[in-house]
């Protein structure tokens, strides 16, 4: 059995400080939004997971592409590792997300673009774990996982554009605030601060899952390889 | 170029060929696709209450929900059809690029999506009394047709050579669709409630720059779907 | 005529073909012998160019596979155990609709041609479906060699055949063999290779274990010699 890699111990380490830092940043030293309150401040770990989610798809369509032109077995393992990572933290948006929006927006879901577009991502990619389920071969559950992790990716922008030509009131914060969203405020810099150090460590979590998570991946092909070779 | 150019279309013409006279002696793959379509339309009829009133507002989803239930049907028909008897194999040895059978199989497929659509339509018509005969109606058709068939057949290709094939489809294919669907029913509805054309045209371009950019994905994607 | 060398094929993490190398000349009949699982259909769907190697070089009529599949496939014939035929088309619409696909020149010459050839021409209208297994083996090689192709590839051609269809698909392939193709079939069918084949070659374990010429070996002998090569890629 092999150690953690040294740097992998590291990445854990700064992860899990930053971690820390950001969750008292968040309730201590961000301030209180006037008009929403507390619930406020499910903000910055929300957007934060989205941006992880978004990442995680986002690896997956690029390890797809460089897997169909190499045929090789790591970029499918980057690919599976991250879609993993996508569909939960996704699933943690969608759940902070409505934790935030039954209070401002009096309800627990709108068919607003955003949420729209997160539950058929959500969808597409738990077609993706079922589609490489139904294949035993495993180059060609590479090749199939590969063209669907494009294919759903490249799809993700129509079905906002399409679902964001629906009337919406999710609260553009970065950016133009568009009239007619409730819920939307002015970040004073301590929120802002708070927020893009969210950001920051999100990233740091995505980059030690992916780590450890392809890692396992590796790992588990080599117990297959051990196998075969032991039932020689 | 031009003889390969002329080898290459010829190619395309004769699976298409293949795909019509088959069907035309068998008529299971346009007969099953009818028979639902029918039958998801009777059962909107009650789970919306079709009365006049809602008709005019109701008529797209009705028609593009049932339009993209029985398309699944079709494709998967269509692509086990190959599968079944080594078909797709036959195909794979003729000295053609490979997107010659993704067009092929793609024209197919649309010309039976496009012969169950206009079997449905004037019996929509005839039942609801509701004109669908709008140029506008059927060019959005005829969109979000091609852009249903331009990914469906590419997916049905995947999904009839898993072990779980005929539960998959519409899984894999009803999440990617999804603007289409919405683009689709909207600018139907739109045409159908006589709005101005400069109101309905964002619809429109969202199909055709789908078209477009998924049709390019398939053509070079289709290779690797096929190809172990 | 065919070269193959150092012929390597995975399947994700499992070694299939390793480093297989396999040559035959023009006007060989080659019989590949071999336990089931040892790698002769996947050696033959890479020869045919449906399955890409993993590594290794591969030549047919000087023309690299996959680099040049295109090439390669209007030189090759395939015959699989499975059919390769349409069920709702007729014998003659199959044969139509492959020759188009080929670019066969003079098609309609051509496919009555082929349905003289292997008995078929008098039920060329009827529905593939409604053939027997017989018939609709004999209409597949009618595919196959409808482009004139100068190598022919038979994956287990004896599989699921009666009598009769056995020994017409024993006439197809002498003519085949007279006519000067060079022709590589797999079989499990000892008695059947060493009838046909001018060499006989045992894949086992992914490689070429043994491989032998037909003057060099009775029909006797034969069995031991398969026994004891499959026997020394098995520590």
């Known amino acids: 059995m092999e150690s953690t890699p040294r740097w992998l111990k590291v990445l854990d380490y700064i992860t899990a400080t930053m971690f820390i830092a950001a969750i008292l940043m968040v309730f201590f030293y961000a301030p209180t939004e006037a008009v929403m309150g507390a619930v406020q401040r499910v903000f910055y770990f929300h957007v934060a997971s989205g941006w992880v989610g978004m990442l995680g798809f986002l690896t997956t369509a690029v390890a797809g592409v460089v897997y169909l032109k190499t045929s090789c077995r790591i970029w499918d393992i980057v690919g599976l590792a991250a879609v993993e990572i996508g569909i939960v933290f996704v699933f943690i948006t969608i759940v902070t997300g409505s934790i935030w929006a039954r209070p401002v927006w009096n309800t627990w879901w709108t068919w607003d673009p955003r949420l729209t577009t997160a539950a058929f991502m959500e969808l597409i990619y738990a077609a993706y774990i079922m589609l490489r389920q139904g294949i035993d071969d495993p180059d060609r559950r590479a090749r199939f996982g590969a063209?669907?992790?494009?294919?759903?990716?490249?799809?993700?922008?129509f079905t906002f554009m399409s679902a964001r030509m629906f009337r919406t009131i999710h609260p553009v914060v970065v950016g133009i605030n568009q009239p007619g969203s409730l819920g939307g405020f002015d970040m004073t810099p301590r929120m802002l601060q708070t927020f893009l150090f969210s950001l920051l460590m999100f990233t740091f979590v995505f980059a030690d899952l992916l780590w450890r998570r392809i890692r396992l991946g590796l790992l588990a092909d080599k117990a297959a390889q051990m196998k075969m070779k032991r039932n020689e | 170029m031009s003889g390969g150019a002329k080898a290459y279309f010829k190619a395309i013409h004769a699976i298409v060929w293949k795909d019509l006279s088959a069907e035309l002696r068998s008529r299971e793959l346009l007969s099953s696709m009818l028979v639902f379509a029918l039958l998801v339309i009777l059962i909107f009829n009650f789970a919306l209450d079709l009365?006049?009133?809602?008709?005019?507002?109701?008529?797209?989803?009705?028609?593009?929900?049932?339009?993209?239930?029985?398309?699944?049907?079709?494709?998967?028909?269509?692509?086990?059809?190959?599968?079944?008897?080594?078909?797709?194999?036959?195909?794979?040895?003729?000295?053609?690029?490979?997107?010659?059978?993704?067009?092929?199989?793609?024209?197919?497929?649309?010309?039976?999506m496009l012969l169950v659509e206009a079997i449905v339509l004037p019996v929509y018509n005839f039942l609801y009394n509701v004109n669908l005969f709008h140029w506008g109606f059927l060019v959005t058709l005829l969109l979000g047709s091609l852009g249903y068939v331009i990914v469906g057949t590419l997916l049905a290709s995947m999904a009839v050579q898993t072990r779980t094939r005929d539960i998959l489809l519409p899984i894999l294919l009803f999440p990617v669709i999804i603007p289409v669907l919405i683009s689709a029913l909207k600018a139907s509805n739109g045409f159908l409630q006589g709005l101005a054309v400069a109101d309905i045209l964002p619809w429109?371009?969202?199909?055709?720059?789908?078209?477009?950019?998924?049709?390019?994905?398939?053509?070079?994607?289709?290779?690797?779907?096929?190809?172990? | 005529m065919i070269e193959v060398h150092n012929l390597e094929k995975r399947f994700g993490i499992k070694p299939v073909l390793k480093g297989l190398n396999f040559q035959a000349s023009s006007g060989e009949f080659v019989a590949i012998l071999g336990p089931n699982g040892a790698g002769k259909t996947t050696f033959l769907r890479i020869l045919a160019s449906l399955s890409r190697p993993s590594s290794g070089k591969i030549r047919i009529s000087g023309y690299p596979i996959p680099a040049q599949a295109g090439v390669v496939r209007s030189l090759i014939g395939v015959v699989t155990h499975q059919p390769l035929l349409y069920g709702d088309l007729s014998a003659e619409e199959n044969l139509f609709f492959y020759g188009r696909m080929y670019d066969v020149a003079k098609l309609e010459n051509r496919v009555c041609e082929v349905l003289q050839l292997v008995g078929l021409y008098n039920r060329r209208h009827d529905l593939v479906r409604t053939y027997s297994r017989g018939m609709q083996q004999r209409l597949t090689i009618g595919r196959a060699i409808l482009h004139k192709p100068v190598v022919m590839l038979f994956d287990e051609p004896y599989t699921g055949l009666d009598q009769d269809a056995?020994?017409?698909?024993?006439?197809?392939?002498?003519?085949?063999?007279?006519?000067?193709?060079?022709?590589?079939?797999?079989s499990h069918d000892l008695s059947r290779a060493v009838e046909l084949a001018s060499r006989i070659d045992v894949l086992s374990r992914g490689l070429i274990a043994a491989s032998v010429h037909k003057q060099d070996i009775t029909q006797d002998r034969l069995i031991s010699f398969y026994r004891q090569a499959v026997a020394e890629t098995n520590p």
């Open chain 3, 166 to 186: 056995v020994i017409m698909l024993d006439g197809i392939l002498r003519d085949i063999v007279a006519s000067g193709h060079t022709v590589v079939m797999t």
């Open chain 2, 51 to 112: 009365d006049i009133k809602i008709r005019s507002t109701m008529t797209a989803g009705v028609l593009w929900a049932t339009f993209a239930f029985a398309g699944t049907l079709g494709l998967n028909r269509s692509l086990a059809l190959e599968k079944d008897r080594g078909c797709l194999d036959g195909l794979l040895l003729a000295p053609v690029d490979r997107s010659v059978i993704y067009f092929g199989k793609a024209i197919s497929n649309l010309v039976f």
């Open chain 1, 147 to 157: 063209v669907y992790a494009i294919i759903g990716f490249v799809s993700v922008p």
């Open chain 2, 204 to 228: 429109i371009n969202i199909l055709i720059v789908y078209d477009l950019i998924f049709a390019a994905i398939s053509f070079v994607a289709f290779d690797y779907v096929v190809e172990e």
